[in-house]
């Protein structure tokens, strides 16, 4: 079946800082991917559609200069949270559409 | 606009009883629904979705979930449990035409109780 790559897996940086989460798919091409953020005890959250190509959406509330969103490949979209602060400390899952939803095994971000 | 409604947060059962984990939806046009599984520290995985067809879906480890329009629910049932189903649970809808956005419940973590 399709898989999508998420690295890395956990990822603890300083306030201040910038981190890149790498979201891949393995065996298919996707043209489009998302990206969520799950607080504790509460669902997922979507922050953005990433398109190859051009520029992500994002969904109200979202930052677009916090949360940078970069899809240059049909197999790969990056995530850059940009002067990480704690309160964005989080769990951040990448999707990809084939057929269905096929997602990432996603980040633990801890910024101290 | 969609949303979806799990009303438990937790759900407690000893092995080997049956469990029930509800899903209630709303949405303004025809959905499709998804359920995932979220182990302890890692992502989701698909556990089954309905798309069209027959309202009863199963999965390969004896989940199952029956889509019921009339009250647009998506309740997650499986007849006897292992210790091993002990996960958060996630139902989603997307609506099946148009931009296909994904809407999640809040979840509901199963503890199976040996």
């Known amino acids: 079946g399709a898989v999508v790559s998420q690295h890395p897996s956990r990822v603890i940086c300083k306030s201040g800082t910038s981190v890149k989460i790498e979201c891949r798919s393995l065996?298919?091409?996707?043209?489009?991917m998302f990206w969520y953020r799950q607080f504790p005890k509460q669902s997922l959250m979507l922050m953005a559609t990433?398109?190859?190509?051009?520029?992500?959406?994002?969904e109200q509330g979202v930052e677009k200069d916090k949360f940078l969103i970069n899809h240059a490949s049909l197999t790969l979209s990056t995530l850059t949270v940009t002067s990480a602060h704690p309160e964005d400390s989080s769990f951040y899952i990448c999707?990809?559409?084939?057929?269905?939803?096929?997602f990432g095994s996603g980040t633990r971000l801890t910024v101290v | 606009a969609q949303s979806v409604t799990q009303l438990d947060s937790q759900v407690p059962v000893f092995e080997e009883a049956p469990v029930e984990l509800r899903c209630n939806y709303s949405?303004?046009?025809?959905?499709?629904l998804f359920w995932y599984v979220q182990y302890p520290n890692q992502g989701l995985q698909l556990l089954l979705k309905y798309l069209s067809g027959s309202t009863l879906v199963e999965s390969i480890n004896g989940f199952e979930a029956e889509f019921n329009k009339s009250q647009t629910s998506f309740h997650l049932r499986k007849p006897s449990v292992h210790i091993s189903d002990t996960a958060e649970y996630f139902c989603a809808v997307m609506n099946s035409g148009g931009y296909q956005k994904v809407t999640f419940g809040t979840g509901t973590k199963l503890q199976v109780i040996p």
């Open positions: 065996d298919f091409q996707a043209t489009t």
């Open positions: 990433s398109n190859e190509g051009s520029k992500a959406t994002y």
């Open positions: 999707s990809a559409r084939d057929g269905g939803y096929t």
């Open positions: 949405s303004s046009v025809s959905v499709y």
